[in-house]
C-alpha cells in the first residue's frame, strides 16, 4: 500500500503564491519520477510539473516560469512552488509518483486525493 498526502492548496489572490507538498508512504522500495497533474472545471487532467529520479524537469508551457517543482528523497516528498498565479491556475491538483513497492516487479503510478488550488481575480 502507498499513500500520497497533498497539502497546501487554499484560496489565493491573482498574482500570489501557493506551495504544494505531496509525501507518500509505505512499502516503497524506490520512487522514479514525481509530478504534479490539474485539473480543472469541466477540463481533462493534465500535467503540469514532472521532475525524474535525476532531477530533470519537465513543465506545461503555461507555467513555465512561474512554478518549480522540487523534491526531498529522503522524505520521498514532492513539492511544487507556485508564484504569479493566474485564474486559470484555478483546479484540483493531484500527486503522483511512479515507484517500485513491495509485491510489484514493475513501477506502479499512484495518485493522490488531490488538493484545491482558488485563484481569484
Known amino acids: 500500500q502507498v499513500q500520497l498526502v497533498e497539502s497546501g492548496g487554499g484560496l489565493v489572490q491573482a498574482g500570489g503564491s501557493l506551495r504544494l507538498s505531496c509525501a507518500a508512504s509505505?512499502?516503497?522500495?524506490?520512487?522514479?519520477?514525481m509530478a504534479w497533474y490539474r485539473q480543472a472545471p469541466g477540463k481533462q487532467r493534465e500535467l503540469v510539473a514532472q521532475?525524474?529520479?535525476?532531477?530533470?524537469?519537465n513543465y506545461a508551457d503555461s507555467v513555465k516560469g512561474r512554478f518549480t517543482i522540487s523534491r526531498d528523497n529522503a522524505k520521498s516528498t514532492v513539492y511544487l512552488q507556485m508564484n504569479s498565479l493566474k485564474p486559470e491556475d484555478t483546479a484540483v491538483y493531484y500527486c503522483?509518483?511512479?515507484?517500485?513497492?513491495?509485491?510489484?516487479?514493475?513501477?506502479?503510478?499512484?495518485w493522490g486525493k488531490g488538493t484545491l488550488v482558488t485563484v481569484s481575480s
Open positions: 503522483n509518483i511512479e515507484s517500485y513497492t513491495a509485491g510489484y516487479g514493475v513501477p506502479m503510478n499512484y
Open positions: 509505505g512499502s516503497i522500495f524506490s520512487i522514479n519520477a
Open positions: 521532475m525524474s529520479s535525476g532531477g530533470s524537469t
